[in-house]
Nanobody
Framework: VQLQASGGGLVQAGGSLRLSCSVSGATFNIGTVGWFRQAPGKEREPVASIPWRGGIGHYVDSLKERFTISRDNAKNTVTLQMNSLKPEDTAVYYC??????????????????WGQGTQVTVSS
């Protein structure tokens, strides 16, 4: 399984970005796809996740009003729409896959496949 994140960049506070995760390879091994982020000097933390075959997205409470995760199985992609961005959202964002279907936000410990990160920088 390979996961490829894209869509990061530089945006002003209050702006929006749309991240995309392309999933390829043995996608039948995927149960859940999630987004994580790691800010400078901080640990990697979960952002949101969604079951790979049906089901709704789940979010970290502090982000659910501004972020939306969605899935397009026909295109093998998972998208993270980020609105009303704040400087504290600055981080490297990673998409990842877990082999088990999960209810709730997927923790790092459940990840079996990591993609490379994409940098998101929010200027004040």
């Amino acid at each position: 399984v390979q996961l490829q994140a894209s869509g990061g960049g530089l945006v002003q506070a209050g702006g929006s970005l749309r991240l995309s995760c392309s999933v390829s390879g043995a996608t039948f091994n995927i149960g859940t796809v999630g987004w994580f982020r790691q800010a400078p000097g901080k640990e990697r933390e979960p952002v949101a996740s969604i079951p790979w075959r049906g089901g709704i997205g789940h979010y970290v409470d502090s982000l659910k009003e501004r972020f939306t995760i969605s899935r397009d199985n026909a295109k093998n992609t998972v998208t993270l729409q980020m609105n009303s961005l704040k400087p504290e959202d600055t981080a490297v964002y990673y998409c990842a896959g877990g082999s088990r279907r999960r209810v709730g936000v997927m923790p790092s410990s459940a990840v079996d496949y990591w993609g490379q990160g994409t940098q998101v920088t929010v200027s004040s």
